[in-house]
């Protein structure tokens, strides 16, 4: 199994993609938490690989200093990118770009960025080694990145629901990549 773990809460005052906005307390609380159910139930990763995003290479540190595994930064498993509107407060998003804030479509690409199908297929394009990864690798990532594995693995329709599939900060999923599945487990 390959672990893919969302990383805790940041400041949700700024547009996420590729920010450089980090985890909040309540956040690295959330992920001490899911540490504490790995152990429970003897999920260890056996090395780690993490966006290098801040929020996720953040997420990434607090595992590997539990569990004393190095981890690897990757800009391959980087959330949707939203451009010019990466990491920039919701307040001044809104005020400059109104159009993107609201009513985007799986199609709609950000000034400079990218859209919600695009990362799809990105996605779609890194299956096959995802799915070649050793057992136990734990990827630390973001909610567009597993969403997307979601949609591709259940072949679902892509859409604009980002709550569909319960990738809530701190959660852990499994792919399995024998069977070409995935499931939340924490």
Same mark, same amino acid.
């Given at each position: 199994m390959v672990y893919f773990l969302r990383h805790g *809460?940041?400041?949700e005052n700024f547009v996420g993609g590729w920010s450089d906005v980090d985890l909040i307390d309540e956040g690295v609380k959330q992920v001490e938490k899911t540490i504490e159910i790995m152990d429970e139930n003897g999920i260890i990763p056996s090395s780690i690989i993490a966006s290098n995003v801040r929020r996720a $290479?953040? !997420?990434a540190k607090i595992v590997s200093e539990h569990f004393d595994v190095p981890y690897t930064l990757s800009d391959d498993f980087r959330e949707q990118s939203k451009g010019l509107?990466?990491?920039m407060s919701k307040i001044k #998003? $809104? $005020?400059e770009y109104p159009e993107y804030m609201s009513g985007v479509s799986i199609d709609t690409v950000y000034p400079d960025g990218e859209s919600l199908k695009m990362l799809y297929e990105r996605m779609k394009k *890194? *299956?096959?080694y995802i799915a070649s990864l050793d057992d136990d !690798?734990?990827?630390v990532t973001h909610r567009g990145v597993i969403?997307? *594995?979601y949609f591709l693995l259940n072949d679902v329709p892509l859409d604009m629901d980002k709550k569909k599939f319960g990738v809530?900060? #701190?959660s852990l999923h499994e792919l399995d990549g024998k069977k070409l599945s995935i499931r939340r487990v924490i």
């Open positions: *809460l940041d400041d $290479e953040h !997420t509107l990466n990491g #998003a $809104e $005020e *890194l *299956l096959p !690798t734990l990827i969403n997307m *594995l809530d900060h #701190a």
